[in-house]
């Protein structure tokens, strides 16, 4: 008579060597996924710079320079464009040559407006005006609740007037896609300036909150405090 094989203990649910693999693959993952989203990014922009070689004439393409596709020579040429463009704009015929073009584009319907919109965007960016240059946060979309944003313009002059006291613009970023949002025009007492850095809140609105940057208190002292709007 055959004696009787006592069963298997059960197996937990979460073994040690479960977490550890899963703690391995998640710092392969921290790893690699910052690596390969440059690269990609990186390839992406190349890839855009070099379809500006197509302004070429095909005898004078790398292609049939040498042969084959060189990846990176129309971020060369992009640039030297950019130079010779920036070269030739400063000085007095090119900026009649700029002013005279943007006057007829602006009378192209649609076209005119686009143009206009973007142009303003560019300077305001590039420029070096407070645009987009200090971070803030505003009661919204209602009061209790603050949301991040940057401040776009410092006064609204025709809603100041109307209202009777300063307003500024705030743009206030989607997650995930910082390139959508929304414009909000408030009182400027409303507004309650960060000393957060704009990469620093653009990666906090991106990650949805997940990578929140340390404090760093003011140098000239606390700033006043965030206070529900009345």
């Known amino acids: 008579m055959s004696t009787p094989v006592p069963p298997l203990p059960p197996v937990p649910a979460s073994s040690p060597r479960r977490w550890g693999l899963r703690r391995y693959l998640v710092a392969g993952i921290l790893v690699w996924l910052p690596i390969l989203a440059t690269i990609w990014l990186v ?3 190349l ?3 070099d379809r500006t070689l197509l302004l070429l004439p095909p005898a004078y393409r790398p292609e049939s320079l040498v042969g084959f596709a060189l990846p ?3 971020a060369v040429f992009a640039l030297a464009v950019l130079l010779l463009t920036g070269l030739l704009v400063t000085n ?9 073009g943007e006057e007829l584009v602006h009378h192209i319907p649609i076209v005119g407006s686009v143009y206009g919109g973007v ?3 560019a300077e305001s960016v590039l420029s070096q005006s407070n645009s987009f240059r200090k971070v ?3 009661e919204y979309p209602r009061t209790g609740v603050w949301s991040l944003g940057f401040l776009t313009a410092e006064d609204v002059a ?3 007037r109307r209202t009777g006291e300063p307003h500024a613009a705030v743009y206030i970023s989607a997650a995930l896609n910082a390139t959508a949002g929304y414009l909000v025009i408030v009182p400027r007492r409303q507004i ?3 000393d957060m850095s704009v990469d620093a809140a653009m990666k906090m609105i991106i990650t949805c909150g997940v990578v929140v940057p340390p404090d760093q208190p003011h140098q000239g002292g606390e700033r006043h405090l965030a206070r529900p709007a009345a």
């Open 72 to 74: 990176g020579v129309g």
């Open 43 to 45: 390839s992406f922009m």
């Open 136 to 138: 803030v946060m505003v």
């Open 119 to 121: 142009k303003s965007f």
């Open 92 to 100: 007095l015929v090119g900026r009649r040559l700029v002013i005279w």
């Open 158 to 160: 025709e809603v100041s």
């Open 47 to 49: 890839h855009i710079m």
């Open 192 to 194: 309650v300036e960060l």
